[in-house]
């Protein structure tokens, strides 16, 4: 059964009375079902505390004057005319609940006085105050998360999969946040890949269509959030990078594109148990700024320097590759030396092998293996920044940008003690992570690993986090430089 077959109804809205309940009349359903007065011990005895959920999937208002409204969606549990409701925007990162009470239910064409895992029509008292939208739950006291999250999930189901086929309306995509796209986004992929074996070739192009626009939506409530949680490595204070490793065949495995890991407030505030910060992991919040610029920033470091390949928004399966969040820059055709110092594709692997550890375990032994040889890779062909210190004035570059030193031109280096040599020189990847150890006070020569590590070991990114960095010395980079002849 594929997930439209599981929402499958008439595509039709729940009906209203054109006549709307009047103040006079609405009074009197209340007065209807106030029970009788009891003695407190014996309400204590014989009623149990009742729990309830609805997750909104229509929302109509009952007139212009009105501060009520109507709202319809899937009863779980028994809702009473008379009730008092919490009515929850899961996906709202800022909103409170809002308390209020239902003073009408309808079921099919029947007004009734109470409700039971059935669809139904509520009318809320008072709920233009907090304006529902579809996924806001309507709830008791005492439900779980997990109970509101399902309610929360299975409404948007119901509309945006089952009923809408993936589309977001314009008014809708107003009011969703990006967390409720996202989850729009990531149910709404589950049934593409679960009916698309059956699908025909149009449809599937249609579905591929219509999840790029979720995308390109997610994307742009991204950049206009005050701001977002993103996932940091503990052992290398950096965006811990998420990747799979899988096996093709006995020869061949498949490593998915690193990426970081985002998430909203909302979902960290309803959702602690899928967010919880491990001995590994933490999340930090980054600040968008005033100007909205801040989440663009940290995006820009993540891709271009750390190597992130993309952004995991709430789940894996709500990715967006690097290439829709910031601009790749283009360096074909510009001389060497004018291209910036970055190094993203050493640093990605630097950072995995850092946030891996020991490799204690087979799995984490056949992991650094592989990370590793991505590593020497990346590290043959990189160009580092060297700090130095010059006494005097530093010769210009020629046309082809080499600096040429004059007999007697004093500078020092950077150097800290080494293990297999006396001493180790500092290395950098790239200008931020040099001018965050250095400051200005320092100048930057450009070379590359090979030739240096006769006299010298060398220390990369050593900024505070030895797992954030490598230690490289002549021996391990000559096996290195081995281990790769037949790719040179």
Avoid at 19 to 24: F, G, H, N
Avoid at 45 to 70: A, H, L, Q
Avoid at 444 to 469: M, R, S, Y
Wanted: aromatic share 10%; with cysteine; glycine share 8%.
């Amino acid at each position: 059964m594929g997930f439209k077959d599981l929402f499958s109804r008439k595509k039709e809205e729940p009906k209203v009375e054109e006549k709307t309940v009047q103040p006079e009349e609405k009074k009197e359903e209340k007065q209807a079902v106030e029970p009788a007065p009891k003695k407190a011990e014996e309400t204590k005895e014989t009623e149990e505390p009742r729990v309830f959920t609805v997750g909104i999937e229509y929302v109509y208002t009952v007139s212009k004057d009105s501060p009520d409204m109507v709202v319809a969606g899937q009863v779980t549990g028994t809702i009473k005319v008379g009730d008092e409701v919490i009515l929850t925007k899961m996906g709202s990162d800022d909103e409170e609940p809002f308390r209020t009470a239902v003073y009408g239910i309808q079921v099919g064409e029947d007004r009734v006085m109470e409700a039971t895992n059935t669809k139904a029509v509520l009318w809320v008292e008072d709920a233009t105050k907090f304006f529902p939208y579809i996924g806001t739950v309507l709830h008791s006291e005492g439900v779980t998360e997990q109970q509101m999250y399902s309610a929360y999930i299975n409404a948007l189901g119901e509309r945006f999969v089952g009923m809408e086929d993936g589309v977001i309306s314009d008014f809708d995509r107003a009011h969703l946040s990006i967390t409720d796209v996202a989850e729009i986004w990531r149910l709404f992929l589950w049934y593409c890949n679960a009916n698309a074996e059956k699908d025909s070739e149009e449809k599937r192009e249609e579905n591929f269509n219509k999840l790029r626009t979720l995308v390109t939506i997610v994307r742009d409530k991204l950049f206009l959030l005050d701001g977002i949680y993103a996932v940091y490595s503990v052992k290398t204070g950096e965006p811990f990078l998420f990747a799979k490793t899988s096996t093709e065949d006995e020869d061949n495995y498949l490593t998915s594109p690193p990426m970081i890991h985002l998430v909203t407030k909302a979902n960290k505030k309803h959702l602690k148990e899928r967010n919880e910060d491990t001995e590994d992991l933490e999340l930090r919040y980054i600040d968008n700024g005033e100007d909205k610029q801040g989440i663009l920033n940290f995006l820009r470091e993540a891709i271009l320097l750390d190597g992130a390949q993309g952004v995991q928004i709430l789940s894996e399966y709500t990715a967006i590759a690097a290439e829709g969040l910031v601009e790749i820059p283009n360096y074909e055709g510009m001389r060497e030396v004018d291209v910036p110092v970055e190094n993203p594709g050493l640093v990605r692997w630097m950072l995995l092998l850092g946030q891996l550890g020991k490799p204690d375990t087979p799995e984490k032994e056949f992991l650094h293996e592989m990370y590793f040889y991505f590593f020497g890779q990346e590290l043959l062909k990189a160009n580092f920044i060297i700090p130095m210190r010059a006494h005097g004035e530093i010769p210009q570059a020629d046309e082809k940008g080499v600096t040429k030193f004059k007999d007697g031109f004093k500078f020092d280096l950077a150097m800290e003690k080494g293990t297999e040599k006396k001493q180790a020189m500092m290395f950098f990847t790239d200008w931020l992570r040099f001018r965050q150890k250095f400051g200005e006070d320092w100048q930057g020569l450009i070379q590359q690993l090979d030739g240096n590590l006769a006299f010298h070991d060398v220390i990369i990114n050593g900024t505070g986090k030895p797992e954030a960095g490598v230690y490289i010395t002549e021996s391990i980079f000559n096996k290195i430089k081995e281990a790769h002849k037949k790719d040179a």
